[in-house]
């Protein structure tokens, strides 16, 4: 068993006290929160430095706002879990929220505990994005 294949294994039983997780063809870890999609991706950077990176899409399709943009930019600054992202697309643009972090060592509660603080900030940054309360 590969280091990250351990880790994503380690990942997939912490959240899975929270979520459905599915485990895709790569490795992959997937779920929803509420109404926000995540995926969990292990690397190995270097020996001994193996990290997780959580993706959260919070929104998608939003109209072009510059504002809304501005907004996203300065509330990515005050987050303390991720990094808030941007993306313009032809339908209009996308946020998305992303952490990365070492992740070798962390016990399975832990592990949980921090991950589900991201996904729980990206569930929050959708409802203030969409103006309405999620379901979890």
Known sequence: ???EHAL?????EALESFHDVA????????????DVPC??????????????T???VVAWDLPEDPSLAVSAAERAGQGLFGTLGVVHTERGMDVTLR???PADGLTAAALGT?????VSTASQ????????????
């Open 1 to 3: 068993m590969t280091v």
């Open 8 to 12: 994503l294994t380690k990942a997939r």
């Open 23 to 34: 485990v895709d063809t790569d490795g992959a870890l997937t779920f929803r929160h509420a």
């Open 39 to 52: 995926a969990v991706q292990a690397m190995e950077l270097v020996e001994g430095l193996t990290v997780l």
């Open 54 to 56: 959580l993706t959260c």
């Open 99 to 101: 952490y990365t972090f």
């Open 114 to 118: 921090l991950l589900m603080l991201v």
């Open 125 to 136: 940054l959708r409802t203030e994005l969409l103006g309405q309360p999620t379901a979890t």
